[in-house]
């Protein structure tokens, strides 16, 4: 069976994939995170995936950037836990309608793999969006592979981020750091 693996970064890429390659999948990854922003932050993390698949054995499908609709549709919602839905939402989506119009079997995402994401809500809005495509949503908590994966993608040199993506997260990020650094000089 084949597998379309959603990808948001280089380093969480590596235990799904290997994991999926052990169970008996063909894997293909595939790239679309219209939330990353800036742009050149977006480039960073797909030329990770880039490295990250030609290690990895996968062929990485690089999909459309479409932070400026990302932006529009987002900037709507002013609930943080309604914005991150909305966020894995059009991701998993894009990712199921990928895979039904290549007929790969099945899809899942490495936002299953963080520590910092709901896996509950995702795995919910995955299985609701397979059934709207007539696939497959694998179910996975690759999170036992977190560590594992952060280890190897340094060995590799992999490019780490330290948001998730969106601008409200490097907001969120940058003032927790300035945060720490006050409590520190305090």
Not at 118 to 128: P, R, Y
Request: aromatic letters at 12%; proline letters at 3%; one cysteine or more.
């Amino acid at each position: 069976m084949k597998a379309l693996l959603h990808i948001c970064c280089g380093p969480c890429a590596v235990y799904p994939a290997r994991q999926l390659k052990d169970e008996g999948y063909e894997v293909e990854g595939f790239f679309y995170n219209p939330n990353i922003h800036p742009f050149s932050e977006y480039q960073k993390r797909y030329e990770a995936v880039v490295v990250a698949g030609e290690r990895l054995g996968l062929n990485i499908i690089h999909h459309r950037y479409d932070f400026q609709e990302f932006l529009k549709r987002v900037a709507c919602i002013e609930n943080r836990v309604e914005q991150h839905r909305f966020c894995w939402r059009i991701r998993l989506e894009e990712t199921a309608k990928v895979a039904s119009e290549q007929g790969i079997d099945c899809f899942t995402t490495t936002l299953l793999s963080s520590p910092y994401q709901d896996i509950v809500e995702i795995a919910a809005l995955g299985s609701a969006i397979a059934e709207k495509y007539r696939i497959s949503f694998l179910n996975r908590n690759f999170r036992k592979g977190f560590a594992e994966s952060h280890k190897v993608s340094k060995e590799w040199e992999l490019y780490h981020q330290n948001y998730c993506g969106c601008l409200f997260s490097e907001k969120e990020s940058i003032d927790e750091r300035n945060a720490k650094a006050k409590n520190k000089t305090a």
